[in-house]
């Protein structure tokens, strides 16, 4: 039994009607490769051998009565696998169409707080005989960084689990006692005791932080993104439960082609190409600001102690995406330097201070605020807060296996709020890059044509690297100028959480 951090619980308490607070992914796979055979079943049986490395999959909220305090998570007793795994099939042709459309749907549906709180679709009647792998757990159980551990205990690094796919549940997992409710408030008791005193160290030491943030921008020019300055576009608004999704993917060569020429960072290339996505878009919907869109940047706060751990441990950096800026490279160097800025501002504030005031925001009050917020939409008439959320996660750069078939590519997606209906989050896997879109459908029924335009928006910046007289910034350093070659860096598996992967000696029932 473990009780979820305050943040933990804020996605929770962000949830209504309209806003689902589940992250997704769509993983397309070959079965050709699976040397023992590829199906449903064999998937299930995977599933349910590597149980005892997914915490996440085993474990129900048990909520405080009143709802006073945070909820725990604890071993279902009633865990039934059948319950969250899932087959469908795509009807024909099964294109990449079909699977947005597919996965829309699955996104478009809350999770039952009930159960343990995830669900995953084995999806057949893809295109050349290929299979996607849905899946889409709750934000409470998990952020970005412990998700792809989630993905280091599912995938193998050969094609073959081997015996791995006769284990059974490991023995040491057993259902938790389910508290009553004396129980539960005795518990909450001690925690919120606890609570004044947390709220005047945090006030203590977010002033400090915001005066010297203060102090130090005074006079200058603020180049990150600021919440509450956003300008209003077609897709800030009051959501509904229906939701658009659509696909794109890059090769990593050219975002690394771009990184080296321009002397920037991988993550500042791939704002940049979202930035001008972004700009075709609102061009052609008639939407363009005269000023810059703000995205807010999630951003992993979690130590090396923390790791394997449920739960979320991020914080939130703010971009300014300068659609108005009709240069690409201008773009480019603007996003650079409000992306530095926006660390800066980060770092000195402090990468655990959401989580500290989270840990004192009574759930109760959280959840009413949020409904009221959502049902008088609000959002329709006050200023956006931000107009949309980026994430940008980095994946294995070498070939994973789910159940013997080799992973050919994946497409994150993460949450939209009332007043911010897009989502873009991103991953990279071997040589390429996948964009993952998800909006509400009502604010942005031609999602499609933002995704097509990622293709021209990386097109332009490669054609401009490639011009050997060009580079962003003349302090740039000898070895990232145009064309450099640098050394391919190899790749620990066991550095990212693939030694996490059960043994062949991994324990059964």
């Known amino acids: 039994m473990e009780r979820l951090s305050g943040l933990d619980s804020a996605f929770l308490a962000l949830e209504t009607a309209s806003a689902h607070m589940h992250v997704m992914s769509t993983a397309v796979v070959d079965p050709s490769t699976a040397l023992d055979g590829f199906n449903f079943d064999t998937v299930k049986r995977l599933l349910s051998s590597r149980l005892h490395l997914l915490a996440p999959f085993r474990r129900r909220l048990v909520s405080v009565p009143f709802n006073i305090h945070y909820p725990l998570w604890l071993e279902d007793p009633n865990f039934d696998l059948d319950f969250h795994f899932r087959r469908a099939a795509l009807p024909s042709p099964g294109g990449a169409q079909e699977l947005e459309e597919f996965t829309a749907d699955c996104a478009a549906r809350p999770l039952d707080r009930d159960r343990p709180l995830w669900e995953m679709w084995f999806v057949e009647g893809l295109e050349g005989g290929k299979v996607a792998i849905v899946a889409k757990v709750h934000h409470a159980a998990i952020d970005g960084f412990s998700g792809t551990e989630l993905i280091a205990a599912l995938y193998d690094l050969e094609p073959s689990p081997g015996s791995r796919l006769d284990l059974e549940i490991a023995s040491d997992i057993k259902p938790d006692h389910v508290p009553n409710d004396l129980e539960l408030l005795a518990y909450a008791a001690a925690s919120i005791a606890r609570q004044p005193i947390l709220v005047a160290k945090n006030l203590r030491k977010t002033l400090r932080s915001v005066i010297g943030i203060a102090n130090r921008m005074r006079g200058t020019e603020i180049r990150s993104g600021i919440p509450m300055t956003a300008p209003r576009i077609g897709l800030n608004g009051s959501i509904t439960p229906h939701r658009k999704v659509a696909f794109a993917k890059v090769a990593l060569a050219d975002v690394k082609l771009v990184k080296d ?110 409904k009221a917020y959502s049902n008088l939409r609000l959002a329709d008439h006050h200023p956006p807060v931000h107009n949309l959320v980026v994430s940008n996660v980095p994946g294995p750069p070498f070939p994973i296996y ?72 003349e302090a740039v350093n000898a070895d990232s100028v145009l064309g450099a070659e640098r050394p391919r860096r190899e790749v620990d598996p066991r550095a990212i959480g693939f030694d996490r992967v059960a043994p062949r000696s991994a324990p059964t029932a």
């Open 261 to 370: 020429a321009f002397g920037v960072k991988v993550n500042d290339v791939v704002l940049a190409v979202a930035t001008s996505a972004l700009r075709s878009y609102l061009i052609e919907r008639d939407e363009l600001p005269d000023r810059s869109l703000v995205a807010t940047i999630p951003t992993s706060v979690r130590t090396p102690d923390q790791k394997n751990a449920m739960g979320n441990r991020v914080s939130a950096m703010f971009a300014a995406l300068p659609v108005e800026i009709a240069d690409p490279l201008e773009r480019l160097d603007a996003i650079h330097s409000s992306m530095l800025e926006a660390k800066e501002i980060h770092d000195q504030l402090g990468g655990d201070t959401l989580y500290n005031w989270a840990e004192v925001v009574a759930p109760l009050l959280f959840t009413r605020v949020m």
């Open 402 to 473: 789910f159940g013997g078939a080799l992973l050919e590519t994946m497409f994150p997606l993460g949450p939209i709020f009332d007043g911010a209906g897009l989502n873009l989050t991103v991953i990279s896997y071997l040589d390429g890059v996948g964009f993952g879109f998800l909006a509400c459908r009502e604010l942005a029924p031609d999602l499609d044509r933002l995704a097509d335009f990622v293709d021209d928006a990386l097109a332009e910046l490669v054609a401009l690297a490639n011009a050997p007289t060009i580079v962003l910034d």
